[in-house]
């Protein structure tokens, strides 16, 4: 997978994850998944984004570079998968990482297994759902232009009407405030004279 001046061999690479990935789909871990990943197409997909995103190996993997391929590459692939699919994504990458570590005894598999929790399934799908928002925002901008001139105007007449209408002040003029001081004398005065 690896060459001996540290260069990632794509192609041997690929063929070791396509392998591993088809022995995980018959392995007791995968079936007890629901719905079934008899391929191994979920870990196949994040092994790919560390192999050619982060030039991260398998057999080199640890939990940050998990979290970062799950977090910012998953989200970023060309296929888009749906948020409402990220728990099952991420049950099927742990199923597949126990795999790992029973099988092939991998160095931070239990601890890629770990990190994959029910926070980090609610975390992917924050992070789908933003790009689902964001991929929608961007396909308006390109039918519409940046901005509305008709609403532009609204705000613009809506701005000068409220500032044009009588402001309540919230400061007591110095009317008020002589008052509120004559007051406090006259109280103050009154105690005096009562010693």
Known sequence: ??????????????????????????????????????????????????RLEQDVVLTRLV????????????PAMATALPSDLAPMFVSTLRAFF????????????????EVL???????????LRSSEEFDAWEEDDEEE???DPVAL??????RARLEAAPRLSTVPSRA?????KARRRAQKTGRRRNR
């Open 63 to 74: 939990p940050e570079d998990l979290v970062e391929a799950l977090l910012d590459g998953v």
């Open 117 to 127: 929790d029910k926070g980090m399934g609610l975390a992917l799908a924050h992070a």
């Open 176 to 180: 008020d405030r002589n008052k509120k």
């Open 153 to 158: 105007l609204h705000a613009i007449r809506e």
């Open 98 to 113: 126990t795999f790992a570590n029973r099988e092939l005894e991998l160095p931070n598999a239990k601890e890629c297994a």
């Open 1 to 50: 997978m690896v060459s001996a001046e540290g260069w990632i061999l794509d192609e041997e690479a690929k063929t070791i994850e396509d392998a591993l990935c088809l022995r995980f789909g018959s392995s007791p871990e995968a079936a007890s998944l629901r719905p079934k990943d008899p391929k191994g197409l979920c870990a196949r997909a994040v092994l790919r984004i560390l």
């Open 145 to 147: 232009p940046l901005f």
